[in-house]
């Protein structure tokens, strides 16, 4: 399972000539109807369902023909957003969303949408920023349903990272406000249950690097400021008249108001968290320059 969704499909996908030919295989129509809306390919773990997506999602690039390019990602991923919405907006959503086989439809669902994002590409970047919006309110949600499920927190947090990396150069002024004005929401959200919060004194106990792990959404919350800061989205922000249009400066102070108290001195001896935040300081004092 590995070598077929991580090497052999994506090599597949790589060769523009050889994908062109085997998209147009019944084979292939039958693995992307299996993804969309089967149940059997749930089984594969978390990783391998993120990179199927992506392998999928980039076969879209090689159909010559732009509308069919479109219908197939939208056949393809379609299907996984409106899951998540249904899940997202089930009424008894509270009572069953920290049941096991929840917890993991939900993480398959936000690791495909993961993947997808990944694969943005000129030719998809529309229909993708338009999977993005329609679970935009969902993820919301989740992000207060799942305040104590670290897991499920980081996935959402790491679905909205890959998502402004692929979208952000290609973005407008509208969908550019559409994106800073979720990315505030989901930080105040997140500020608000104290999500973040963690036990500094907690930190001289660590030994390891994959100990430092626990701080893994920390790590998420400096990449997505990071891509907040991109010239892209502070350029188009700050050159739009777009009413309603959030200060992007907001977003990062927002996001900075969270990490902030978090970070030690003790955590900044970790050399994965030492990258983010200096990376995060290269772009934030570029990006007000």
């Known amino acids: ?9 994506a090599s597949v996908v790589r060769r523009k000539h050889t994908c062109a030919y ?8 039958d693995l992307t109807r299996a993804f969309a809306s089967g149940r059997s390919l749930f089984s594969l773990s978390g990783r391998l369902q993120r990179s199927l997506a992506e392998t999928l999602a980039c076969a879209a690039s090689c159909i010559k ?14 299907p996984v957003a409106g899951c998540l919405v249904e899940n997202a907006s089930r009424s008894d959503l509270k009572s069953v969303a920290h049941q096991p086989d929840v917890i993991y439809m ?11 994002a990944r694969a943005t590409q000129p030719r ?38 890959d998502f402004i990396d692929g ?7 509208k969908e550019t406000s559409v994106l800073m004005s979720f990315c505030l929401r989901l930080l105040q959200i997140y500020s608000s249950h104290n999500i973040g919060k963690v036990m500094l004194s907690l930190s001289s106990t660590l030994r390891s690097e994959s100990q430092s792990e626990k701080y893994k959404d920390l790590r998420a919350l400096l990449r997505l400021l990071t ?9 188009f922000l700050s050159d739009s008249n777009i009413e309603g249009s959030p200060d992007i400066a907001e977003v990062i102070y927002v996001g900075l108001d969270i990490v902030t108290p978090l970070i030690s001195l003790d ?12 990376f995060f300081s290269f772009h934030f004092s570029s990006s007000i320059i």
């Open 1 to 9: 399972q590995t070598l077929t969704c991580q090497k052999l499909l």
């Open 22 to 29: 085997v998209v147009q295989l019944d084979s292939w129509r």
């Open 65 to 78: 023909d732009p509308e069919a390019s479109v219908q197939y990602l939208r056949d393809l991923m379609g």
């Open 106 to 116: 939900v993480c398959c669902l936000l690791e495909r949408l993961r993947g997808a």
């Open 124 to 161: 998809t970047q529309k229909v993708l920023f338009e999977m993005g919006h329609t679970v935009m309110n969902s993820l919301l949600t989740l992000l207060e349903v799942y305040k104590n499920q670290s897991e499920v927190i980081y996935m959402i947090l790491k679905f909205v990272v």
């Open 167 to 173: 979208q952000a150069v290609f973005l407008d002024g």
């Open 227 to 235: 891509n907040i800061c991109s010239k892209d989205l502070v350029g």
């Open 267 to 278: 955590l900044l001896k970790y050399p994965k968290l030492s990258r983010d935040v200096s």
